[in-house]
């Protein structure tokens, strides 16, 4: 390996390494650093949307690894979160390379700043374990409210585990501790596996590239875990609400950036 090569693999590996860490620790959000670098280094965007997600499978990996030996997951909601979620996923990763994404990244970074200040105005969300809506009514609403979320994974680049985390709190009563630790199995594993799976059938990914990315992942996700059981919900709650509101911002800044390239006209 060339010098320019091992310079570059390191670079990815760290972006990886950090990217998955404060994802793993927040409940999502690796898109926010990994995706425009990729972009940065020259990919086109379906290239870098592909690579991205083949790479956030280990996040999932590397999460469960830890999260299993806490043993605080319930296996029929497990079966719940991924046959409410995962056709949504797959129809999103259908559609994100055939639609127009300006408008629909305005929304989302709207929405996703908006649940950073809600999560931050109520101090006591998610500091607590205290299920509920465990009934048929609730657990309809909260399928069709995964599905929906299902979509946006599979559709768009980052942010959307992080909207799994708060409806988990908001809804189901989790504490965000053991909702992120949900997210990043599910989410991480399953959902983003599927949705990579998907993608990569329509688009290949730059392969030279995963083995640096992946390892970083892998890496950073473990550690992000571990830093999330052993500091608890305080910690957890304001990685959520801090890597939240810089997810909307960007997702906002990127869908202006869209609207004044590609102006709308009548």
């Not at 127009?100 to 929405?111: F, I, K, S, Y």
């Not at 299902?150 to 053991?178: E, H, K």
């Not at 992946?214 to 304001?238: F, P, T």
Request: glycine share 14%; hydrophobic share 50%.
């Amino acid at each position: 390996m060339t010098p320019e090569l091992l310079l570059e693999h390191t670079g990815l590996f760290v972006l990886s390494l950090l990217a998955n860490g404060l994802s793993a620790l927040a409940g999502g959000g690796a898109g926010l650093l990994q995706l425009p670098v990729l972009l940065f280094l020259g990919l086109s965007f379906s290239v870098a949307l592909a690579t991205h997600k083949i790479a956030s499978v280990a996040l999932g990996l590397g999460a469960t690894l830890r999260h299993l030996r806490e043993g605080h997951l319930e296996p029929r909601f497990c079966g719940y979160i991924l046959a409410c979620g995962l056709p949504g996923v797959v129809l999103g990763a259908w559609s994100v390379l055939k639609l127009p994404e300006a408008w629909t990244l305005l929304a989302l970074g709207l929405l996703t700043c908006a649940l950073g200040i809600y999560s931050g105005c109520k101090k006591q969300l998610g500091m607590t374990f205290e299920p509920r809506n465990r009934d048929r009514r609730g657990l309809i609403i909260g399928g069709i409210g995964l599905l929906l979320i299902g979509i946006l994974n599979g559709s768009l680049t980052s942010g959307t585990g992080l909207f799994v985390t708060l409806w988990l709190v908001r809804w189901f009563g989790f504490d965000y501790q053991r909702a992120v630790s949900y997210v990043l199995v599910l989410v991480g594993l399953f959902w983003n596996g599927l949705g990579a799976l998907t993608i990569s059938l329509q688009q290949a990914p730059q392969w030279p590239w995963l083995p640096a990315l992946l390892l970083g992942a892998l890496i950073g996700a473990y550690c992000g875990a571990h830093l999330s059981i052993a500091k608890g919900n305080k910690l957890v709650k304001r990685a959520f609400e801090t890597l939240t509101i810089l997810v909307g911002i960007k997702l906002t800044g990127d869908a202006l950036a869209l609207l004044q390239l590609f102006p709308v006209t009548e």
